[in-house]
């Protein structure tokens, strides 16, 4: 038997925090940094700019919050280091949006962890970003 009720609409992100107020105490200097450090490591120089949408504002913001700045800077950097999201995939399309980077903690963890491995190696990272805290 079916029901009349109708459900409620499901959020788009399931980590949606658009109107916690924690997130109108982070600066907007965070926000640039964290985004000109994904420019840096993710746009190679040709073709179109990469424009700071709303949407990646929001993205970037929702990880400063969740993360702090270090581990989002940290995170950006450290999926340079996956193949599979640079682009060898099957698509050949590479998933480095800030949507994808900061969506779950494993994967900000997974990317930390990779950029630490390489810095094991002898990486060390073209720019300086945030000292350590």
């Known amino acids: 038997m079916r029901s009349n009720s109708r459900r409620m609409p499901v959020p788009k992100k399931s980590y949606d925090l658009e109107n916690a107020p924690e997130l109108t105490l982070i600066s907007e200097e965070d926000i640039q940094l964290v985004w000109e450090h994904w420019k840096l490591f993710h746009w190679n120089g040709s073709g179109r700019t990469p424009v700071l949408t709303k949407t990646r504002y929001t993205d970037i913001r929702r990880g400063i919050h969740k993360f702090g700045v270090k581990r989002c800077l940290e995170a950006v950097e450290g ?55």
């Open 79 to 133: 999926i340079t280091f996956s193949e599979w999201h640079m682009g060898s995939n099957p698509a050949g399309k590479k998933y480095v949006s800030p949507d994808l980077i900061f969506r779950e903690e494993w994967r900000v963890n997974k990317f930390c962890q990779s950029l630490a491995e390489a810095r094991k190696q002898g990486y060390s990272s073209p720019k300086l970003t945030v000292e350590e805290e």
